[in-house]
């Protein structure tokens, strides 16, 4: 009869353990994010990432990283561009400085809701755009998702009620051209700032307003600094998870697959989350001492469409903005 010892027993569980230990480090996948950790956007990540750990036995583990941590947009699109981040979400006009004509999906007064907008994603103009991207900066486009209708908000000194309120008026932009180009149009005068610097400049009257959706308004409390709502709505803005090609290729075909299903099941949730905040938000921030300012829409359109889409047509492809409208 053998006679197994206490030692005998240590030593074979530690053997046993030990590459079990080793199989089970996931695989790290970082991903970047501009937003508070509060926003949909960002607990669409989350949600991904809880997905992807369990429909992968934890072999895959997304790390989150919101609110700027990995430094600016253009950063982080530059570290999915090299590979050094797998990941990041951004805006159609903040990639086009990596393909110029990707600017047209956020072009001003395009779309006119975001079922409008979702149907970009299924046309050869989307295609392409997305070969383009990859062939040139090694980025692919995992589909689009709902951002929000964007609208102005400005000081207690500088309410906005008609376009003409708009002459000299500093608002702050994202740094894309197409922004800039329409701010041009209304008379005001664009300041790019970067997203987590726009609190204070608006605490410290460096500028005189912003633009943004509302969940991104009340999730980055700029009612705080900002005394009127203005209800533009003159860009329904498409977002898009943005992942390094590379990587993509490198994961197994199963893996890749869920991956894809997760982006897009969260994407789902965080666009009905957006729209349901979208539509209770005009209150809440009315709540919050925000003056609402119901202005003519028509009136700060007709400059933009009488502009912009002329200055943009060579980048964008002549008809391509019509094309897109008629959707």
């Given amino acids: 009869m053998t006679r197994i010892t206490r030692r005998a027993v240590l030593g074979a569980s530690a053997t046993l353990a ?21 926003h949909p956007q960002v607990l669409m990540v989350d949600r991904i990432a809880r997905e992807l750990r369990e429909k992968s036995g934890g072999r895959l583990e997304i790390q989150s990283f919101p609110g700027g941590q990995l430094g600016s947009g253009r950063d982080m699109m530059e570290a999915v561009s090299t590979g050094a ?69 400005s000081s207690a000194a500088k309410p906005v009620r008609s376009v003409g309120d708009m002459a000299g008026f500093r608002l702050r932009v994202p740094p894309v051209d197409v922004f800039r180009a329409m701010v041009e149009a209304w008379g005001g005068r664009p300041t790019p700032i970067a997203f987590p610097e ?11 307003g912003q633009e943004n959706p509302l969940p991104t308004i009340h999730s980055a409390k700029l009612f705080e600094v900002q005394k009127h709502l203005v209800l533009t709505g003159h860009i329904i803005t498409p977002r898009m998870p943005i ?45 919050a001492n925000m003056e609402v300012i119901e202005v003519d829409v028509a009136a700060f359109r007709a400059p933009v469409l009488a502009k912009v889409p002329a200055q943009f047509a060579d980048r964008w492809g002549q008809g391509t903005f019509d094309t897109l409208a008629a959707l």
């Fill in 243 to 287: 992942v390094n090609e590379a990587f993509w290729r490198s994961l197994a075909t199963p893996d890749r697959d869920v991956l894809e299903a997760a982006i897009a099941s969260a994407a789902q949730w965080q666009d009905a989350e957006l729209a349901r905040q979208e539509g209770e938000l005009v209150a809440t921030l009315k709540a």
């Fill in 18 to 38: 030990m590459p079990i230990t080793l199989r089970a480090q996931p695989r790290a996948i970082r991903w970047g994010e501009l937003l508070p950790a509060t």
């Fill in 198 to 208: 726009l609190y204070l400049a608006l605490a410290q009257g460096a500028v005189d």
């Fill in 85 to 153: 981040l797998q990941f990041t979400t951004d805006g159609a006009g903040a990639l086009a400085a990596f393909l110029p004509p990707l600017s047209v999906i956020e072009a001003p007064y395009l779309w006119r809701d975001a079922a409008h907008m979702a149907k970009v994603a299924a046309t050869p103009i989307f295609a392409r755009l997305n070969d383009q991207l990859v062939a040139r900066r090694g980025m692919r486009m995992i589909g689009i998702t709902y951002y929000g209708k964007r609208h102005l908000t």
